[in-house]
């Protein structure tokens, strides 16, 4: 049963579509791209109808865009508790890794080292690696424990030495939801090197507000497109770091932070609705003053609260069918440990087809890798099929999880 104070939370937030064509479907596949509200769509088009221009001209609608791109670094520096000029946009997570992790690879050396986990979306790992390959420096592992699937805390600092010079870690895992010890992980790579430390909060940041400047990682990156917003991608710097990359950039660009690192015309609409998106994040916690502050609220007092009744509702229900076997943190006491995202394997049943028989009663949900491609290998699911994975976010209600949950019995 969900709580009575739930309950009024529930009337919080918006009703989001909830059909295709006439037939009634739940969307559980946030963790891949989240459904956007009509906030958003608007901003995006009223900014294609209105102001669509490029920048830095003489006229209204450049001048507008200006102010635009401006207000939309403002608005990712209060989600991410950071300033606007350590915020850089591009076009998603992994091209910024990519294109940052270069001029990071000129930094690195032979005898140099960078940490990467098996917990990790490949967007988080493999930029790495190609650093580490370009600059002739060693790669080191993190491995995952294998009763819960979450990051091997021995392993992580068995990892790090005096010549560690990156370590990558993500701040949730897109497959199984766990969610790692961020500040402390942060804490002892700094007790014992002076590493580049870089976050993958894609995962995390539409379950959890992300508090760069609190992690006190050097890097963190999310994608507006599964925060309710716009396909979009963006990185957090901190600013002593970027300051000290050498961007790889056009020369007429601007040299000032961030755009140093944001190459070429970036996505103007999607910044409309990005805007709309963090606005449309705040305003859920109540009106408050300061946007920042009223973001905190949000997903503090009404997402994280909401989402775990939602992630205990389905725990719950999966303990009475043995033929659905969960890789992840499945107590119900660690549910801070994890975000409402869950892999399972449905009977001896291929991925694609638990998911598409859920697709034909109309619940949407992914199956395969989901490019968590080192921890699929690692769990033995990759040669499979991977797993298929359900996941709530806050528009989710616990109706969906229960009719989630009757037709998981039925496959029985
Ligand atoms: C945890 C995680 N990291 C990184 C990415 C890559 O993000 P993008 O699609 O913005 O490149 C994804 C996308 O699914 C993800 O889930």
């Known amino acids: 049963m969900i709580s009575p104070d739930m309950n009024q939370v529930r009337g919080r937030f918006p009703a989001l579509a909830r059909e295709i064509d006439g037939r009634p479907v739940a969307f559980l596949d946030a963790p891949g791209g989240s459904q956007v509200p009509d906030v958003v769509i608007e901003a995006m088009a009223g900014y294609l109808r209105r102001s669509n221009a490029n920048v830095h001209g003489a006229f209204e609608t450049s001048r507008e865009t200006d102010a635009l791109i401006d207000e939309a670094h403002r608005a990712a520096a209060d989600l991410l508790n950071a300033d606007p000029d350590e915020v850089v946009f591009g076009p998603n997570a992994t091209t910024l890794l990519l294109s940052i992790s270069r001029s990071i690879a000129r930094t690195l050396g032979p005898g140099d080292e960078v940490v990467v986990t098996r917990l990790d979306h490949d967007a988080n790992v493999r930029p790495w690696l190609l650093a580490a390959r370009d600059a002739g420096a060693s790669v080191r592992w993190v491995d995952i424990r294998d009763d819960d699937v979450t990051l091997d805390g021995s392993s992580f600092e068995a990892s790090l030495n005096e010549r560690t010079k990156v370590v990558a870690f993500t701040l949730a895992s897109n497959a199984v939801g766990t969610i790692p010890p961020a500040t402390e992980l942060v804490r002892i790579v700094r007790e014992r090197t002076d590493a580049i430390i870089a976050c993958d909060g894609v995962h995390l940041a539409q379950h959890r507000r992300i508090d760069a400047r609190g992690i006190g990682a050097d890097i963190v990156v999310c994608s507006p497109y ?4 716009p396909h979009l991608g963006i990185l957090y710097g901190r600013r002593d770091l970027l300051e000290e990359l050498d961007p790889y950039k056009v020369r007429p660009a601007s040299d000032a932070l961030p755009h140093a690192f944001e190459t070429g015309t970036q996505n103007h609409e999607a910044f409309a609705g990005w805007v709309a998106a963090v606005d449309y994040l705040a305003r859920l916690g109540g009106s408050r003053p300061n946007r920042r502050e009223a973001l905190a609220a ?9 989402e775990r009744e939602l992630a205990a509702r389905f725990l719950e229900g999966i303990t009475s069918m043995p033929h659905v076997r969960l890789y992840g943190i499945a107590d119900l006491g660690r549910l801070h440990e994890r975000t409402p995202t869950f892999a399972v394997r449905v009977g001896d049943r291929h991925p694609f087809e638990t998911a598409k028989l859920l697709a ?8 395969g890798h989901y490019y968590a491609l080192e921890l699929m290998e690692r769990l033995g699911l990759q040669e499979t099929g991977g797993a298929v994975r359900i996941g709530f ?20």
């Open 360 to 367: 034909d009663r109309g619940i949407f949900v992914w199956d």
């Open 393 to 412: 976010c806050h528009y989710n209600t616990p109706d969906e999880v229960d009719r989630t949950l009757e037709e998981l019995a039925g496959l029985g």
């Open 226 to 229: 599964k925060i309710f917003g």
């Open 298 to 306: 949000s997903f503090t007092d009404l997402i994280e609260p909401w």
